[in-house]
């Protein structure tokens, strides 16, 4: 065929040449999330946040669904809890070795529990441990959630280097009566220091602000000391999927070696960018984030990360 012919005329050094791209680090992640076959988030935001910073990442789907339950019905659900120790087993007979380990939502206790021993396998003394505690938003935890799955989320979380809640999650985990705000920074510093006082090293809060028309995510490095803020301006409505969409820009931060603070104003920055969009191109934000256009952007920062902390 023409197409072949073409290539048969081209060098053989072009196909036979290994090329390693400028800046390029190695980082892998096991990403453990449901996924949605449309609505995006969890795996389906994931997946392609973290390829673009650069990170090699494998799933392991703790559920299947047609759409996400927010503002959606008569959605299929694929329960995968008796597949998650049987896969991850066989990850470790084939020598699976993780740089992080990153979990969202859970469908129930008991994969909780299971969550817990696969970070037990794969965690060795460099792996950073991200934990999402998908619970709830607005105040209220999701109708999914048990008293039981609540207290197993807290003792999760205390096993994390880092832990990403909503400010809703935080107050649960916390004991704290939920304040839907404004806040003051001396709350939103004494919510991110209980967080760490749980076991992680550090915290990001998303949610929070401190006066009308502004909204954003703050962070706090227990072996820093230093809570930081970073708010932009508020676009009103509910956007699914962003929270995933912010904690996987996050965690692409900091494996590419970005401090906490740089990588939290980037992912912020990223999300509302999203959020931007969404809101101006999207007339049904219940099929998730317009992400996708702003890839290059992200990519173009992680470039920068790995030039500025090699």
């Not at 990170?55 to 659900?77: K, R």
């Not at 401190?210 to 706090?220: E, F, I, M, V």
Request: hydrophobic fraction near 40%; glycine fraction near 10%; include cysteine.
């Amino acid at each position: 065929s023409t197409v072949l012919h073409l290539f048969q005329q081209l060098p053989i050094e072009i196909f036979t040449k290994k090329v390693i791209p400028m800046n390029y680090r190695e980082m892998s992640c096991l990403a453990i999330h449901d996924i949605s076959g449309v609505g995006k988030c969890s795996l389906t935001v994931a997946l392609p946040v973290l390829s673009c910073c650069g990170v090699e990442t494998s799933v392991l789907p703790t559920a299947v669904l047609s759409t996400h339950t927010g503002g959606f019905t008569g959605f299929t659900y694929r329960d995968l809890t008796d597949d998650l120790l049987p896969m991850a087993e066989h990850w470790k007979q084939v020598g699976c070795r993780f740089q992080s380990l990153y979990s969202g939502f859970l469908g129930s206790a008991g994969q909780i529990g299971l969550v817990e021993q696969i970070f037990d396998w794969f965690r060795e003394e460099n792996t950073l441990v991200m934990v999402d505690p998908v619970m709830g938003d607005g105040g209220k935890l999701y109708k999914t959630y048990t008293p039981e799955m609540a207290s197993g989320m807290a003792r999760l979380c205390g096993r994390a280097d880092i832990v990403v809640p909503n400010m809703t999650e935080a107050c649960h985990l916390l004991g704290r009566p939920y304040n839907p705000g404004p806040y003051t920074q001396g709350e939103i510093e004494e919510i991110l220091q209980g967080l760490c006082a749980m076991g992680p090293k550090m915290a990001v809060l998303t949610g929070v602000w401190l006066q009308k028309g502004a909204l954003g995510t703050a962070c706090y490095d227990s072996q820093v000391g230093e809570a930081k803020l970073f708010l932009t301006d508020r676009i009103e409505g509910f956007y699914h999927g962003t929270g995933d969409l912010f904690a996987s820009a996050l965690l692409g931060g900091l494996l590419n070696g970005a401090p906490l603070k740089e990588a939290c104003a980037l992912a912020t920055e990223f999300t509302w960018r999203t959020i931007e969009t969404t809101f101006e191109k999207s007339p049904d934000h219940r099929f998730g984030p317009k992400f996708e256009c702003h890839l290059p952007w992200l990519g173009e920062k992680m470039e920068e990360l790995r030039k500025n902390h090699p």
